[in-house]
């Protein structure tokens, strides 16, 4: 018997609770005990957000609300500019370059946070910018970019921080408007401990009066007729039935242990005793001044391919982590600790990439990973 455990930076661990509130019968989506749970959900999701703006529900993932963003707030020929230092920021660009943008790239050093220096000086060069395209936590790199200084930069400018947020939302406190971010995308299967299928996105009234004179084509995807029908307690289109119904149990069990604060000062506890462990195993942290909270990356050890070492870990071990994507391939292994994630979870990661570490003939003395970080997750559970 081989019993799995999924610790990769999504999709993430479902909680049972949730799982099995997503096997009752579908309900019909036009009716008030449906319209009361989705009202509870994008109400839930507007303090998650820290807007208040409305959030809408798609059923889509994390990609179709990044395309949402770019294409209800932009025009043809706009000139944005993409901070790219990973597969995330790649996709920004991507996208951008499919609905014709004019497109500014900052080419960040994988591993590395950009400097809102270099973002400054890009600005001021192009003057008639219209967005910056940001990811919070780039999940591909581990990285977490400084949007709080990008905001001081985008906000009295006629410039729009548009963030992908789908591994930082539920992992760090997003603030939206507080901090000035313009448009805010999440997906359900990174933090918010759901199945794939559902993204989250909000506009703050900046971006919306962007909306309102923004020609690039949009159909499905038209929030400002998602906003009309959220304000109904309903989405445009058929919403993602059972994904809700999961949702709102999620942020019942949130609420009930101690809410968003509670969860962010857990996922920095879980990030903080990982990097401590990966670094006690002789391993060097891909993200090291800038980690996020969300999935700690290290480069695999000279002699070991990383291909190798995470198929080992998943098919003979069990253990589903993430490998590096992109020129990263091969290089480094990441280990999430984001959503339904725990102490255990994150002994486990360090344990088995140990373990599979010696397997492979890497020369590692076992129980120091773990060891450094329960060292630091310790105090999590000293007698008060
Ligand atoms: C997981 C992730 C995505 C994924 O998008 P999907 O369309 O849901 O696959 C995008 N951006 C970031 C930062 C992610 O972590």
Known sequence: ?????????????????ALLAMARPVVHHRTPAFSELFRSAAEESRVLFGTAEPVMLLACTGTGAMEAAVTNTL??????????????????ADIARAY????????????EAVDPGRVAEELDRHPDTRGVLVQHSETSTTVLHPVEKLAELTRERDCLLIVDG????GVIDSRMDEVGIDVLV??????????????????????????????????????????????????AYTPAVALITGLAVVYEMIREAGGWQESYRRHRILAE????????????????????????????????????????????????????????????????????A???DVITGLSAVEMALAALGSDVELGRGPAAAQAVLLDMYRKA
């Open 1 to 17: 018997m081989l019993k799995r455990y999924l610790l990769a930076p999504g999709p993430t661990p479902v909680p049972p609770e």
């Open 75 to 92: 025009s043809a020929g706009d000139r944005v500019i993409v901070v790219s230092g990973g597969k995330f920021g790649q996709r920004w």
């Open 100 to 111: 014709r943008l004019e497109v500014v790239i900052i080419e960040v050093e994988w591993g």
């Open 166 to 169: 789908i591994s930082s939302v």
């Open 186 to 235: 999440t997906a359900s299967q990174k933090a918010l401990m759901l199945p794939p299928g559902l993204a989250l996105v909000a506009l703050s009234e900046k971006a919306w009066t962007f909306n309102a004179s923004s020609t690039l084509p949009r159909h499905y995807f038209d929030l400002a007729k998602e906003r009309d029908s959220v304000e109904k307690h309903t989405s």
């Open 273 to 340: 005793a990982t990097r401590k462990g990966v670094e006690a195993m002789g391993l060097s942290l891909l993200a090291p001044r800038s980690p996020s909270p969300a999935a700690t990356g290290a480069w695999v050890p000279r002699g070991i391919d990383g291909g190798e070492l995470t198929t080992h870990l998943r098919e003979v071990m069990g253990v589903t982590v993430a490998g590096g994507q992109g020129k990263l391939a091969g290089k480094i292994v990441r280990l999430a600790h984001i959503g339904y």
């Open 342 to 344: 725990d102490s255990f």
